[in-house]
């Protein structure tokens, strides 16, 4: 199957009736049990299921509106529609458009995320347009199929519609309807929602290795790929249980160990996939020493150079991590 | 079995008439293809085989003398016994005088390797004190035994007992005397004879893993560790065979992807075992940089922070390596 028949199964019969304009907001994510390879790079299929944790208020807010030529507007700066980033959102829209309203639209998209954050957007970015797109024509689609329609977009965009924690299926069915993301279930006074992160920005230049190609390239020459697949799905299991009874120091360790598992099939593809930069080795070894020291902090680093702190809730924990790393974004995922 | 046995069958039945000195040199060796993970630990016998190249003039000299209490000198400074380095030497005569002549004895040993140059001293240290045991006992074993004993020493130094390109069979049995090295053979005229190394300190500390420990951690816990072993007899092959057929471009790629692969199995251990430094990412990355630009440049790094540069003798390269690498140390294997 590829996009246009994912869409026009999607989209067949539904009113065609837009509105003058929508506006949706979604949250950023980070994922603690990692996605690394797609089993379908047409409709973005992973290989594995992964889980997240979302950032709150940080994400990106986008209105869609009818105009009398498509217009791609981020953060108040127009942006050409040559430019990736303006032709990545057109092309999102003409599956919409190939089946509902065809007319001419612009779209505001403003991320609040700070740049010192050192974060992609791609994922929030894909989850409040697919939003927007839900209500602008009306299409009172579930979230599921919201969330599948997202990853058609940017794989961990699936895991942006919702807060707290995260887990994106990866589905069996080869049209990739089975592929979507769901909140998982928290108890109340679960110690799971004391998680807190802290980003810790290395470098905010672009990636040199987009991951699309980066995964296909390590599926296809990491010795270790088969490897990680395997204990995937396992690891993803142990993160879940972690979560859902609340042992959260167990829940950071593994989603430490995870990252590393992650980075480490990138570095034995060939040639070598090396996202850590040398300021990420500084703060990674340093994060280590705390922890030698008593403090229980734990990371993740997802294909990019950057460091995101995890910790429980703690005042002395917190003020560890403001000494130590003076410029992290702190962020709860639950306020 | 263990050590002692080792050596009772090795030496049942040798004479038993020590010199009053013994003095032999042996070479350090870098491995292109890497040994990580032991089968055996006693014994020290690997999972896979691994072929290394030796450093030319580069190594330890050591005498061996009859004297009326143990001592150990290691470039000219004594060094008490109960610190490790010289309790290891002691220990390891000890095999020996379980079997042969009792006395006490001095080992005098200098290290000629340059401590800009970053390198570990076991390997040599081993061979030329088993090369020197040899010739005081007059045991007159052939290499092959003399390499499975330094291997007892250290796992390495059983590939330094030649010059050139040397390859240790990992053995079957589990006496491990079929786990020894040998030279390989090259044509005179042969291209991998112009393999030149440059040696780039990023650290001289010691080590914080020892390599044997980590070996062990390695072996048990890093989801990789059996897709590694699986993999670096295949490419122990692949580089024998650009070796032996003179493809030294082919060989400097599968070097550098060995020991990256070695890393990554390092890396994905729980905890991690992360022996690159910063200094060492920012060498990896102007390496990279360099060969995008056109220049034959590649690397191998062991169990920590410091690169090898390998490189094709060519005057051109040489002089990228010393502009870019003021203090790198060139070494010629071959002379």
Not at 201 to 223: F, G, V, W
């Amino acid at each position: 199957m590829n996009k246009q028949e994912f869409f026009r199964q999607i989209l067949r019969g539904k009113a065609n009736s837009p509105r003058d304009n929508a506006t949706a907001f979604a949250p950023s994510n980070i994922a603690l049990a990692k996605y690394w390879g797609k089993r379908d790079t047409e409709l973005n299929l992973p290989c594995n299921s992964s889980i997240s944790i979302s950032l709150g208020s940080l994400g990106t807010k986008t209105t869609l509106r009818a105009s009398n030529q498509d217009r791609v507007v981020l953060n108040g700066e127009e942006i050409p529609l040559d430019k990736p980033f303006a032709a990545k959102i057109i092309n999102f829209l003409d599956y919409f458009r190939a089946n509902l309203w065809q007319g001419a639209m612009e779209v505001i998209t403003e991320n609040n995320i700070p740049t010192a954050a050192g974060l992609a957007s791609s994922a929030s970015g894909f989850a409040a347009l697919t939003l927007a797109a839900n209500d602008f024509w009306n299409l009172d689609l579930d979230t599921k199929t919201l969330s599948a329609i997202a990853r058609i977009g940017s794989g961990s965009a699936a895991r942006s519609f919702w807060q707290g924690f995260v887990k994106w299926q990866r589905g069996k069915n080869p049209d990739g309807l089975d592929s979507y993301a769901e909140p998982l279930a928290l108890a109340e006074n679960s110690p799971s929602r004391n998680l807190r992160l802290a980003l810790v920005k290395i470098d905010e230049k672009a990636k040199k290795n987009p991951s699309r190609d980066a995964m296909i390239h390590s599926a296809k020459t990491s010795p270790y790929f088969s490897a990680w697949i395997a204990t995937a799905e396992i690891e993803l299991h142990k993160i879940e249980a972690a979560i859902t009874s609340g042992n959260i120091q167990e829940l950071l360790q593994l989603a430490e160990s995870n990252a590393l598992a992650m980075h480490a099939v990138m570095l034995a593809s060939r040639p070598s996939l090396l996202y850590l930069q040398a300021e990420s080795i500084v703060a990674i070894k340093k994060v280590w020493d705390l922890r030698e020291h008593g403090a229980e902090i734990f990371f993740t680093i997802d294909a990019g150079p950057n460091l995101k702190l995890l910790f429980e809730e703690n005042a002395d924990t917190r003020a560890i991590i403001e000494n130590n790393f003076p410029s992290a974004i702190f962020v709860n995922p639950f306020a």
